[in-house]
């Protein structure tokens, strides 16, 4: 029983550290680069991100043994896009604001790596149970990074932090990490604390 919880437990804290799918496996990176602008878009996409991923979890793990082998991408395929439908239509529903400055990306989120790779390594071929532990540990650490560096260009770029300003007047806005190469610099610094803490705790 003791080791049944502590693999459960891992299954969901390895998304938030040793596999998180932004600092150690690099997926997802397109709305990772192009909507953290702000901690609220970057909130938004993780939020609907998480929701499909973990969705999509529950249908495949359910019906995998009903999948031919021939078909599993594409009958996978389906069933994500059937729920970023979902997400897209809710946000532009009940958030307009934030579903125009998301653009594409939210439907793009078919096309995802984070979500198409959980589905072929770990949903099918894992009970309903284990596959919600498994996609919400990847959506939280997904959520926690997208918010985290959106925060970090928002508070430098913007000098607020969800819409609120943070910094007086003393402090001039850097410009360039509201604009693309802002994300490319934020995300390497996160990546790079993430390597550096690795190598810490490797060596300790």
């Known amino acids: 029983m003791a080791k049944s919880k502590t693999t459960l ?23 990772v680069l192009a909507v953290t602008n702000s ?14 991923l973990l969705s999509s979890s529950i249908i495949i793990s359910s019906i995998r043994n009903l999948i031919p082998n021939q078909v599993r ?13 979902v997400a897209d239509r809710f946000l532009a529903a009940f958030f307009p604001l934030i ?27 894992n ?17 926690l990074v997208l918010v985290a560096l ?10 607020s932090l969800f819409g609120v300003t943070v910094l007086g007047d003393w402090f001039q806005p850097w410009l360039v ?3 693309p190469g802002g994300a490319f ?5 996160f990546i790079g604390i993430a390597n550096w803490i690795n190598d810490r705790r490797a060596r300790a």
């Open 39 to 52: 901690a609220i878009n970057g909130l938004a996409m993780g939020l609907a991100t998480t929701f499909v």
């Open 177 to 179: 990490m509201i604009l």
């Open 73 to 85: 991408i594409p009958a996978f395929i389906v069933i994500i896009a059937t729920f970023v439908t």
């Open 150 to 159: 959106g925060g970090f260009r928002e508070i430098l770029g913007s000098a």
């Open 9 to 31: 437990r891992y299954e969901f804290l390895k998304g938030l550290w040793d596999e998180n799918p932004i600092l150690k496996s690099l997926l997802g990176l397109c709305p």
């Open 127 to 143: 009970s309903v149970f284990r596959s919600i532990i498994d996609s919400s540990g990847m959506g939280v650490g997904f959520i």
């Open 99 to 125: 579903s125009k400055d998301l653009g594409p990306y939210v439907p793009l989120i078919v096309v995802n790596c984070i979500i198409l790779g959980r589905q072929e390594a770990f949903s099918s071929k």
């Open 185 to 189: 610099l934020g995300l390497g610094i």
